[in-house]
């Protein structure tokens, strides 16, 4: 199965005195200087990297950012050294360390999502790799989670084989923006003004972004930069792998990661690093759903006449079937249900939410498929997945049941002539 759940990077913490922060700094200098795998940053105000030289600069001055990436070849783990500037009386120091499951724990794949499966071997290089940098560094039990991205991957050939990624994209860009949130955007140079990307959908907020985007056209940007600075290449045939693959990532920052170890900390979970609570499937698939739902939504999607033939078939009075269809109408000219939504205020959109809620109990998406496209219906990406996840548990648990009585038919008459 090509489509995956699960979370992609995380980011720990541990925190250190100044006098163990000056010499942790020169461990890393030191670990540069005797492997050549590691370069130095010092981060400025406007976020941008400069090449620290601790000899030079004078490693008792510490800055208030450094970066330390992998040069040339990509270990799965990025480390950041932050100084606590938000209190005066006692200045201590931060060391963060953001993971990438997958590639830290030894497999070279930019696509499947990793899992609480792959946290042993995780945890395993990464106390290697901290101990060969610094016994300052300790090992991954002495930091806290300060962030996770969940997500999941969708194989649009898998589970839709019908649509394109593209057609998915358009009708996902077309989904609901939640309350304080919003929609990320650039400056278009063509058409003068802020635009976002056609390939992805990227919303903000103080506590949790969502980022749904097509991977392989991430992957491709990720080639085209590494080609540029020198860092290990991502191979044309990897990007060509997620060709059909879109990504729905909820990532977690400090806030919403706060409250995740607090609740499990009431769950009984006291250790101080709490990824056997923040990353097991039940976790990954709870904050998936929640916000899968608060934006792409949890009904199918159909064209407008689908729907409406839906509507009708259930007999309500006139005036609910009327409501419900002329907000699919209005989402319909609209092109987008963030839109029709923020044209409303007050009751208008109390009224509004209410009906938006009396689609859903019919699995009815808002938003509908165009009419050119000729598909007629198209299942809720996130059951799709449930639905094939869940055919590929009874096939395999009905291999195994054959296999295990192909064994005791082998053990009692031997193998047939």
Known sequence: MHSSLGFHTMTVVLILKYNDMQQLIRDFRRYSQATGLIQIYHVDR??????????????????????????????GIKWSIRCNTNIDSFRS?????????????????????????????????????????????KNFDYYSIKRIDYCINFSINELLPKCSPEQVMTLIKRGNIPPHYKEWKKYDTTSHRMKSESSSLYLINSSVNINCYMKHVELQERLCKNETTGYSMISQATVNEALDIIRFEVQCKYLKTYILNSKAEESGNHDYNKYESLLTPEACN????????????????????????????????????????????????????????????????????????DLAALNINPVTIPREWGIRHIPNLLYAYYDKQSDEKNEKEVEEFLYENFKQYIKKYGLPD
Request: some cysteine; glycine content about 4%; aromatic content about 12%.
């Open 286 to 357: 709870e904050e998936i759903n929640y916000y899968f739902k608060k934006t792409i939504g949890k009904g199918n999607w159909y064209t407008l006449q689908d729907a409406v033939r839906i509507i009708q078939s259930h007999y309500f009075n006139k005036q609910k079937e009327n409501r419900l269809i002329e907000a699919l109408r209005f989402v319909n000219q609209c092109r987008s249900l963030a839109k029709a939504k923020a044209t409303y205020q007050g009751s208008d959109l109390d009224a509004f939410k209410r009906t938006l809620k």
């Open 93 to 137: 120091y931060f060391v963060e360390a953001t993971i990438n499951a997958k590639i830290l724990g030894g497999i070279t794949d930019y696509i499947t999502a990793a899992t609480y499966d792959d946290m042993e071997m995780v945890i395993k290089n990464f106390n290697l790799e901290s101990e060969r940098i610094s016994p300052l560094l």
């Open 46 to 75: 406007n976020g941008k990297g400069i090449r620290y030289h601790p000899t030079k600069d004078k490693a008792y001055m510490l800055p208030t950012h450094l970066k330390i990436t992998y040069f040339k070849e990509d270990r």
